[in-house]
């Protein structure tokens, strides 16, 4: 099946610095990525759909400067966590799918991010 | 808007027997899709199985069938003969509108499901 690498698995950064997080479809084009974020025990809500050069779609209460996607390529959508606090820390995880012929939804391995 | 509803935090079922996971779902669309994904604790979500809205069968695969009942707007998960493997986090998910590229896909709650020896 289609793969999505997600990049890096885990990072700790400090308060008030940026974070980066890349996710790449290996072996499929995808004009649209998705990006969720994950609290504890909670279930997968979405932040924002990425697509390709053009400007991301957040979703409700999804602050655009504080989560800036950039999707540059047809493989390629990036996720900075900007000036990042400890209420940051989360799950974050990308999808992408390969086209109209296929139904699911491929993610990546996902993104735990903790701000201290 | 569209809304996925899963009413069981969490569950525990005896090895090999089967089990159902409920998941109600409510949207204007005449055409969606429902997923089933397994997320063990390593976070990776797994894809189990799919059924669209016009699919006049229930879906299987595997040890894995999906009980779509479209007039209850209910598509519940079923896994038959257990396996400890199986314990995981399971999350009902619903596409809407015409499948393509660029549909969101919004998630239930999830539902913990752990296998008992």
């Known amino acids: 099946g289609a793969v999505v690498s997600q990049h890096p698995s885990w990072v700790i950064c400090k308060s008030g610095t940026s974070v980066k997080i890349e996710c790449r479809s290996l072996d499929f084009q995808a004009t649209t990525m998705f990006w969720y974020r994950q609290f504890p025990k909670q279930s997968l809500m979405l932040m924002a759909t990425?697509?390709?050069?053009?400007?991301?779609?957040?979703e409700q209460g999804v602050e655009k400067d504080k989560f800036l996607i950039n999707h540059a390529s047809l493989t390629l959508s990036t996720l900075t966590v900007t000036s990042a606090h400890p209420e940051d820390s989360s799950f974050y995880i990308c999808?992408?799918?390969?086209?109209?012929?296929?139904?699911?939804?491929?993610f990546g391995q996902g993104t735990r991010l903790t701000v201290v | 808007a569209q809304k996925i509803t899963q009413t069981q935090p969490g569950m525990f079922v005896q090895e090999k027997e089967a089990v159902t996971l409920d998941c109600t779902y409510d949207t204007s669309d005449q055409s969606y899709g429902l997923f089933w994904y397994k997320q063990p604790s390593s976070g990776e979500m797994i894809f189990l199985i799919y059924q669209g809205s016009y699919d006049e069968q229930n879906a299987t695969e595997g040890r894995y069938s999906l009980n779509f009942q479209k007039a209850r707007k209910s598509a519940n998960l079923v896994i038959s003969a257990s396996q400890l493997g199986d314990s995981a986090m399971y999350f009902c998910a619903m596409r809407e509108g015409r499948r393509s590229s660029a549909s969101k896909i919004i998630f239930g709650s999830g539902t913990r499901l752990s296998i008992r020896p």
């Open positions: 990425s697509n390709e050069g053009s400007k991301a779609t957040y």
């Open positions: 999808s992408a799918r390969t086209g109209v012929v296929n139904t699911e939804a491929f």
